[in-house]
Structures are given as C-alpha cells and as structure tokens.
C-alpha cells in the first residue's frame, strides 16, 4: 500500500508524529499556518478516512494517533519520489540531495559510511550465494 499525503496532510501528520498525539485544537496551535479549527477537523478526518490516523474519544474531543511511522511514510514517499522524478536513479536522487543543500564534511563522512556499509553487506550477501 503505497501512502501518500496532500502538503497539509504532511504538515499535520508531522506535528502528530512530533507529539505522539493531538487534539484538533493542539494539532491547529503547532501548525505554522493559521488554519481554522475546522479546516484542520477536515484533514484530520481525511487521514483518519485514509487509515493513517486513529481517534480516541477524549471527553467531548477526539484525540488522534498515527497508525504509520514516519518511517513507513517516508520509505513509501520516497520510493515514489524515486520513481516519478529521477527515474528509478538512486545515483540522482542522492546527487540532487548533496548538491542542493549545504552538505558539511562530517555529514558526508557518515553518508559515505552508510554507503560503505551498504556496499560491504550486499558484497557479503554475494559471495554467500
């Protein structure tokens, strides 16, 4: 099942992620846009509807907790970014992330490492076959 997210939705699902939980009311205050309390009520239940959101009756309020990581989302996200807009290239994906950004030494140092580290596995898994 492939997950996917209007930009709000993202903005919500992240400030849940965040908290762990939120209120319609709590979910509006961290957002950085100024949303009504019943534009925000909408896209929650909209991820709600998707099955990304769980509510709990919290008095006269809903509560609402994810039922995706953020990790799951991002696995799913990404794999479509990947395929819509490089193609399937991981090597332009990756190109894109470190070129466009501001990338410092020690950063790359640890993407090398995970890279090598990859490298090292997949060679590993090779020679078992």
């Known amino acids: ?6 930009d709000r939705e993202l903005d919500v ?3 849940l992620w965040q908290a762990g939980s939120g209120t319609v009311a709590e979910v509006r205050d961290a957002l950085t846009d100024d949303l009504a309390y019943n534009t925000v009520l909408t896209v929650l239940r909209t991820l709600q509807e998707k099955g990304y959101l769980r509510p709990v009756a919290q008095g006269r309020a809903h509560r609402y907790f994810p039922t995706v990581t953020q990790e799951q989302a991002g696995k799913s996200v990404l794999a479509r970014v990947l395929d819509k807009v490089f193609a399937g290239s991981t090597e332009s994906l990756l190109t894109q992330l470190v070129s ?3 990338v410092d030494a020690d ?9 090598d580290d990859r ?6 898994r090779r020679r078992k076959r």
């Open 107 to 115: 950063e790359i140092r640890r993407l090398r490492k995970l890279l």
């Open 100 to 102: 466009d950004r501001s």
């Open 13 to 15: 699902m992240a400030v």
């Open 119 to 124: 490298l090292s596995a997949s060679q590993k």
């Open 1 to 6: 099942m492939a997950i996917t997210f209007t």
